[in-house]
Nanobody, 115 residues
Framework: QVQLAESGGGLVQAGGSLTLSCAAS????????MGWYRQALGKQRELVAV???????TYADSVKGRFTISRNNAKKTVSLQMNNLKPEDTAVYYC?????????WGQGTQVTVSS
C-alpha cells in the first residue's frame, strides 16, 4: 500500500513563500510520475507540477517561474518550492504518485495566501 504524507502548508501573505513536502511510504524510484495537484474551493482539481521518471518536468502555466518541483528518490520525497505566492494560489494541495496506470494521493495540505 502506497501512502503519501504532505506537510508544509499554511497561511502566508501575498508575495511570500512556502515549501511543500511529500513523503512516500515506499521507494519511489520506479514511479513514472511524482507531482502536485491543487483544488480550490468550488473548482476542479488541477495539475500544478509533475516530475517524471526521465527527469522531465511540466508546470501549469499559472505557476511557471514561481514554483519549483524536485524529486529525491533516495529520500522518497517530492517537494514543491512556491515563491511569490498569490491569493489565487489558495487551495488544498495534493501529492500524487503515478505508477503506470495506478494513481496514489495524499490527504492534502491547505495553502492560504492572504492579500
Amino acid at each position: 500500500q502506497v501512502q503519501l504524507a504532505e506537510s508544509g502548508g499554511g497561511l502566508v501573505q501575498a508575495g511570500g513563500s512556502l515549501t511543500l513536502s511529500c513523503a512516500a511510504s515506499v521507494t519511489i524510484f520506479g514511479f513514472t510520475g511524482m507531482g502536485w495537484y491543487r483544488q480550490a474551493l468550488g473548482k476542479q482539481r488541477e495539475l500544478v507540477a509533475v516530475v517524471r521518471i526521465d527527469g522531465s518536468i511540466t508546470y501549469a502555466d499559472s505557476v511557471k517561474g514561481r514554483f519549483t518541483i524536485s524529486r529525491n528518490n533516495a529520500k522518497k520525497t517530492v517537494s514543491l518550492q512556491m515563491n511569490n505566492l498569490k491569493p489565487e494560489d489558495t487551495a488544498v494541495y495534493y501529492c500524487n504518485a503515478r505508477l503506470y496506470s495506478a494513481n496514489y494521493w495524499g490527504q492534502g495540505t491547505q495553502v492560504t495566501v492572504s492579500s
